[in-house]
């Protein structure tokens, strides 16, 4: 079974992120990374903590789902980062931390991979990985936040192709989009040095100088949307996301909604409506 090693990761990191890094761990198994980080203390404000599994046993999703990879199949990831004060916007934070992973697996070779909102990243209509944040602590010290994501990396022949959700057809994993196969060290590496990238930025900025990229990479755009939200359906055309990160959706009857927070049970092909 493929595992990861804290040096090796180490010694793929920049410099300037190697320095901002307070503890880096990689188990050969873990129940959850996210789970282990919201209880362990926060780092110092600017300060990394990482911990990294390629077998996690009881992963985490959005709203209580389960997170499940075979194995030695993925890269499961989890960054723990103190703002020294309360940022902008913090629930988009989930959104730029999907853009930044974007970001990082397009630079190790990765083509055709899209973001779903809020938390989803894509690629050949499949389900590529997936985002949960979540906030360990305020106070007058500061903000923690855990960040964390579960890539499928090699699925071999545990892919499923006739695997279905609600909106994606299947899984694919990161080595069927890339010519050159990274090694899992490297994809845990390229996946610190953004998201450290990103929460300096967005401790600056907030989200809104993020939108025009992240909607370069909008998977709902155009797509024949249901969401559940707030106790009801919303039916309509994906039609980008707002400068808070909220999505846009174009409804028959009601004009444009937007949707804070909800969850998309259905996803059709472009232009259905």
């Known amino acids: ?10 010694d793929c990191l920049p410099g300037d992120v190697r320095k901002d890094i307070g503890q880096l761990q990689a188990f050969a198994t873990i129940d959850s990374t996210n789970t282990y980080l919201m209880q362990a203390p926060g780092p110092s ?44 916007n913090l629930p988009a934070l989930t959104l730029a931390i999907g853009l930044a992973a974007l970001t990082a697996l397009k630079g190790l ?10 938390n ?22 500061g903000v923690t936040v855990v960040c964390g994501i579960g890539i499928n990396v090699d699925l071999g022949e545990e892919i499923d192709t006739g695997m279905r959700s609600d909106w994606a057809k299947g899984v694919v994993d990161l080595y069927a989009l890339c010519r ?6 490297e994809v845990a590496a390229a ?20 939108v025009a990229r992240w909607s370069q990479h909008d998977w709902l755009v155009g797509r024949d949307l249901i969401v559940q939200s707030a ?9 980008g996301i707002a400068e808070d990160g909220a999505l846009l959706v174009e409804t028959r009857a009601n004009g444009t909604r937007h949707v804070v927070s909800g969850t998309i049970v259905h996803v059709g092909p472009r232009d259905s409506m």
Request: proline share 7%; hydrophobic share 35%; charged share 15%.
């Open 1 to 10: 079974m493929t595992s990861l090693d804290a040096d090796a990761i180490l």
């Open 45 to 88: 404000p600017g300060q990394l903590n990482i911990a990294a599994t390629s077998n996690q046993l009881a992963g985490r999703g959005r709203e209580g789902k389960s997170w499940h990879t075979p194995p030695g199949s993925g890269v499961c990831l989890s960054a723990a980062y103190t703002f020294p004060s309360q940022p902008e």
């Open 109 to 118: 070779g990765a083509t055709g991979i899209q973001i779903k909102w809020p």
């Open 120 to 141: 989803d990243l894509v690629a050949r209509g499949g389900k590529l990985g997936g985002i949960l944040t979540e906030v360990q602590s305020s106070s007058s010290k």
């Open 180 to 185: 050159n196969k990274p090694s899992y060290d």
């Open 191 to 210: 996946l610190i040095t953004q998201f450290s990238n990103t929460f300096r930025e967005y401790e600056l900025d907030g989200f809104a100088p993020l």
């Open 231 to 239: 106790q009801q359906e919303i039916r309509g055309i994906g039609a």
